[in-house]
Nanobody, 126 residues
Framework: EVQLVESGGGLVQAGGSLRLSCAAS????????IGWFRQISESEREGISC????????YYADSVKGRFPISSDNTTSTTYLQMNGLKPEDTAVYYC???????????????????WGQGTRVTVSS
């Protein structure tokens, strides 16, 4: 099972930028991708982006499209979410997870099982 560790959150003013990192401990097979999610309520996580390093499949939710480019570094097995033009409504705990590739192709991404990291908190002040 791939273990994921998120980092890079913090406090930033509206309009600022942060870069989140998701470090994977193992190999993510071609049928899967890495997705970014954020907790929008006590029981719901919004899948905002995902990326497959095998074929370049990419997905963005409308809420982040054009602001949060996703990328990966295969040498370090790390997936990044560059968060630009941050808004107060982007405030949340962000998580990464292994998602089904077909869900990344169609959107929104669907996580495999319940293997979540500890998350990283992003706070955007107005």
């Amino acid at each position: 099972e791939v273990q994921l560790v998120e980092s890079g959150g913090g406090l930033v003013q509206a309009g600022g930028s942060l870069r989140l990192s998701c470090a994977a401990s193992g190999f993510v097979a071609p049928d899967y991708a890495i997705g970014w999610f954020r907790q929008i309520s006590e029981s719901e996580r919004e899948g905002i982006s995902c990326f497959s390093s095998h074929d370049g499949t990419t997905y963005y939710a409308d809420s982040v499209k054009g602001r949060f480019p996703i990328s990966s570094d295969n040498t370090t097995s790390t997936t990044y979410l560059q968060m630009n033009g941050l808004k107060p409504e982007d405030t949340a705990v962000y998580y990464c997870g292994v998602v089904y590739l077909y869900s990344c192709m169609r959107g929104p991404p669907m996580v495999v099982g319940t293997n979540w990291g500890q998350g990283t908190r992003v706070t955007v002040s107005s």
